[in-house]
């Protein structure tokens, strides 16, 4: 259990990691083929619908860096259900700077050695606008 843990935590950051490099093939990658994803009131099934509602949002958001915070799972076999609090930091295309904290509630599962999320929730739980002068650069280099 713990070894499958670790690779659902990982999971989870790789998701993370592509949101920060705005890498679309990645993010893709950690979506079941038939997963959905609940967002502000939305639901998007299958990566395809997944994939055409992320790509024009992480447009509007010109930089960000998502953090993984604390979190639970519960493993049963190749199925998992997490939580997990994350904090992000973005400057939006309009130059609105903001830190918002959200807690994402998954439901993963294991197809072919790979974990991936089969349904993801996520709720904001806290939005605060940023005014100090923030410098950005490019997480490549």
Same mark, same amino acid.
């Given at each position: 259990m713990e070894h499958a843990y670790c690779e659902i935590r *990982? /999971?989870?950051?790789?998701? *993370? !990691? @592509?949101? $920060?490099?705005r890498d679309a093939e990645a993010y893709e990658d950690t979506w079941a083929p038939d #997963?959905? &994803?609940e967002i502000r009131g939305n639901s998007y099934a299958g990566r395809e619908a997944?994939? %055409?509602y992320w790509k024009p949002l992480m447009a509007g958001i010109p &930089?960000? /860096?998502?953090?993984? $915070?604390? #979190?639970?799972?519960?493993i049963v076999g !190749? @199925? %998992?259900t997490c939580r997990w609090f994350h904090t992000d930091f973005a400057v939006l295309a309009d130059g609105t700077k903001r830190m +918002?904290? #959200? /807690?994402?509630?998954d +439901?993963? =599962?294991r197809e072919d050695g790979r974990w991936r999320f089969a349904h993801r929730s996520y709720v904001r739980m806290a939005e605060i606008? /940023? =005014? +100090? !002068?923030v410098r950005t650069f490019s997480p490549t280099g």
């Open positions: *990982a /999971l989870v950051e790789r998701y *993370a !990691d @592509a949101i $920060n490099r #997963g959905v &994803w997944i994939m %055409a &930089w960000v /860096l998502q953090t993984i $915070n604390n #979190g639970t799972v519960d !190749d @199925a %998992a +918002a904290i #959200g /807690l994402y509630y +439901a993963c =599962s606008p /940023l =005014s +100090a !002068d």
